[in-house]
T-cell receptor, first 114, second 116 residues
Framework: AQSVTQPDIHITVSEGASLELRCNYS??????LFWYVQSPGQGLQLLLK??????LVQGIKGFEAEFKRSQSSFNLRKPSVHWSDAAEYFC????????????FGQGTTLQVKP | GAVVSQHPSWVICKSGTSVKIECRSL??????MFWYRQFPKQSLMLMAT?????????EQGVEKDKFLINHASLTLSTLTVTSAHPEDSSFYIC????????????FGDGTRLSIL
């Protein structure tokens, strides 16, 4: 079955510290992978996506993610977290057509300490 | 580019009324639109997928007569919650896809529905 797992429900980091949010997926074919961020009461903003090619992808707001096929992972990283990064983060997997549906992980709530 | 507008952003209404939510792709043509439901502190659950000019495909457990979806044009899809009840209160989010290669879905800002 297709699924996405975000093992960490809640993460707290200090401002300026590095961040890694974990994402593991189960998918029968080569997946498209996404990270989205959601602020309270808002929709989803795309941080970055992996379709093919270089397994290290750069996104907006200084985020990056690395696709590791052998580990079925697509972890999100940021070298130095800012207070404005506090939000809900969702990893998602989809098929090779963007008109195919996305499967979302449970989400990780990021809290940033001053 | 790739803006999706969702309206209204917040609606409060009495139990038994029907509520229509609009999802518009403002600067691209959306061959496919998706409707999601999100409960507090939870992830997005896909309700249905709609393709322009055809009937929506509903996910298992979603009542098609309760949640009416219309995708009449390449820039507009609507979700109507019929005879809404308090248990229908939720955050509803749409997304739109152009069908172009290597282009992601784009999400609206969501609609907070509260049924009294």
């Amino acid at each position: 079955a297709q699924s996405v797992t975000q093992p960490d429900i809640h993460i707290t980091v200090s401002e300026g510290a590095s961040l890694e949010l974990r994402c593991n997926y189960s998918y029968g074919a080569t997946p498209y992978l996404f990270w989205y961020v959601q602020s309270p009461g808002q929709g989803l903003q795309l941080l970055l996506k992996y379709f093919s090619g270089d397994t290290l992808v750069q996104g907006i707001k200084g985020f990056e993610a690395e696709f590791k096929r052998s580990q079925s992972s697509f972890n999100l990283r940021k070298p130095s977290v800012h207070w404005s990064d506090a939000a809900e983060y969702f990893c998602a997997v989809g098929g090779t057509s963007n008109t195919g549906k996305l499967i979302f992980g449970q989400g990780t709530t990021l809290q940033v300490k001053p | 580019g790739a803006v999706v507008s969702q309206h209204p952003s917040w609606v409060i209404c009495k139990s038994g009324t029907s509520v229509k939510i609009e999802c518009r792709s403002l600067d691209f043509q959306a061959t496919t639109m998706f409707w999601y439901r999100q409960f507090p502190k939870q992830s997005l659950m896909l309700m249905a997928t709609s393709n322009e000019g055809s009937k929506a495909t509903y996910e298992q457990g979603v009542e098609k007569d309760k949640f009416l979806i219309n995708h009449a044009s390449l820039t507009l899809s609507t979700l109507t919650v019929t005879s809404a009840h308090p248990e229908d209160s939720s955050f509803y989010i749409c997304s739109a896809a152009s069908g172009a290669t290597n282009q992601p879905q784009h999400f609206g800002d969501g609609t907070r529905l509260s049924i009294l």
